[in-house]
């Protein structure tokens, strides 16, 4: 009897489990996407670094996973982690190179991360030059150069 009972929870699991196709990166994704709405969480910071976790795993687990980077970048503006921002925005662009607002918001941190105002010219012509980035990304590069020659004199 203990048998059947163990051999039919092994075959309900099982065909529970081949309907469920997520991929152990999207699995862990929707993981620390939920992780906030369980009862054991609150809405700490500590809570936020748990649902990281879980988003570097999946990142790990499946690096060309787009959601588990744009996910962390999320998490890590949250947790006020501006140095690992970048490296992480980095990777999501390379993923999703269509989406505008990230590769702003990339362009932006990487600038505001030079040291100096001619290194800040030399990445934005540098970007202008190979990159071929979408409109809104070269508008906010010649801005940027304006501002460079506009302070310059």
Partial sequence: MLLATVGWA?????????VDARSPGKWLVDLGRD?????QAGLSSVDAEIALLFMQAAAR???DLAEA???QVDLLNVLHREGEVQSVLEA???LVPDDVPARLAWTRT???ALQTADARA?????QLAEANPPPEVASELRY???DFHWNRG
């Avoid at 092994?10 to 081949?18: D, F, I, P, Q």
């Avoid at 992780?35 to 009862?39: E, F, K, S, V």
């Fill in 144 to 146: 940027r150069l304006a």
């Fill in 10 to 18: 092994v075959l309900c699991c099982g065909s529970a489990a081949g």
């Fill in 61 to 63: 687990v499946e690096p």
């Fill in 35 to 39: 992780y906030p709405l369980t009862p």
């Fill in 122 to 126: 030399a990445f934005c012509r540098k």
């Fill in 92 to 94: 999501y662009c390379r």
């Fill in 110 to 112: 990487r600038i505001d």
């Fill in 69 to 71: 980077w744009r996910w």
